[in-house]
């Protein structure tokens, strides 16, 4: 939610098929994996382990979207296993370089084959593993704060100080976590009921669309060649028609020149920046726009106090 807030377009991806709505409402994009059938979500909500199958699609999928990717964070873990290795080193290889890997999964073994537990490599083409083990450490004013907000919350699972307790022993959450009640060990719990493989829909057959003649076909790829010549031969001809039948003085002439190559200047100015920085950039050139918005006023009705 941070990262789509700060303008970054965010994807996401997992085995449990109910996180889709979930990663959907935080504003990212959810990355599906070409396997039918499969929800993926064990005991107590964590992931469960896929078979041979379902892991070949997923890597599949992986070195697909991942080259694409400036920074990936790998979470994927197995309660007592050892963490999948999601990102091989070929995929790892095909990212840019100055590209980076978290590996929150290092303490298992790590999602990265080239992970190193409590340290930072590079690989041969420029890109950043992380391994760290050790976050809540690092940060401890996040963790505090996460860790009291999940506890606030299970105080009010639990009914809260106006009805602590009362029916909320049997909940699907304070279940599994109570030990002893009363004098009564009720430790293990009971087996959680399996959740039910989604059966997948069949695909609506779309109607055939109508064939279109070859001349058609032979317009659309002229067109899509020569798209940056037909838009510039647009442009000289709508300046040539407004220079001919709009009277302008020389000296607005002279002040349209000048906005139209301050277009073409902050049009590639921006183009070449890492959109990574684009938030920063737009604050610069928001306060560069009104400098130029108060100069193009004095401009033209002179002094300000007139």
């Not at 085995?15 to 070409?34: I, K, M, N, T």
């Not at 493989?197 to 058609?216: C, D």
Request: contains cysteine; charged residues 15%.
């Amino acid at each position: 939610a941070t990262a789509h807030a700060l303008g970054a377009k965010v994807f996401a991806n997992d085995v449990r098929d109910a996180v889709r709505e979930q990663v959907q409402s935080l504003g990212a994009e959810f990355v599906p994996v070409d396997a039918d059938g499969i929800a993926g979500e064990g005991s107590g909500g964590y992931a469960t382990e896929m078979d041979d199958a379902f892991l070949a699609a997923q890597l599949a999928t992986y070195a697909r979207v991942i080259p694409d990717m400036d920074i990936v964070v790998a979470t994927a873990l197995i309660p007592n296993r050892t963490a999948p290795v999601l990102i091989p080193a070929d995929v790892v290889q095909s990212m840019r370089r100055g590209s980076v890997v978290v590996d929150l999964a290092a303490s298992a073994g790590g999602n990265c084959s080239l992970s190193r537990p409590d340290q930072t490599c590079f690989s041969i083409n420029g890109v950043a593993i992380i391994g760290e083990t050790n976050y809540p450490s690092t940060m401890a004013q996040q963790a505090s704060e996460m860790l009291g907000h999940n506890f606030v919350a299970l105080l009010d699972t639990l009914g809260g100080a106006a009805d602590f307790g009362g029916d909320c022993w049997d909940d699907v959450v304070i279940r599994p976590a109570t030990v002893a009640r009363q004098g009564q060990i009720l430790w293990p719990p009971p087996p959680m009921p399996a959740q039910p493989s989604p059966q997948a829909l069949p695909a609506p057959l779309a109607p055939p669309a109508p064939e279109m003649p070859e001349q058609v076909h032979w317009l659309i790829r002229w067109l899509g060649d020569h798209q940056h010549e037909i838009a510039m031969g647009l442009g000289a001809c709508l300046l040539l028609g407004l220079g001919i039948t709009v009277d302008l003085p020389e000296q607005e002439v002279t002040h349209l020149g000048y906005f139209a190559l301050s277009l073409l200047i902050g049009h590639f100015t921006v183009a070449g920046v890492t959109p990574a920085l684009h938030t920063p950039l737009i604050a610069v050139t928001n306060a560069i726009s009104g400098i130029i918005v108060v100069g193009g006023m004095l401009q033209l009705s002179g002094p300000i106090l007139s």
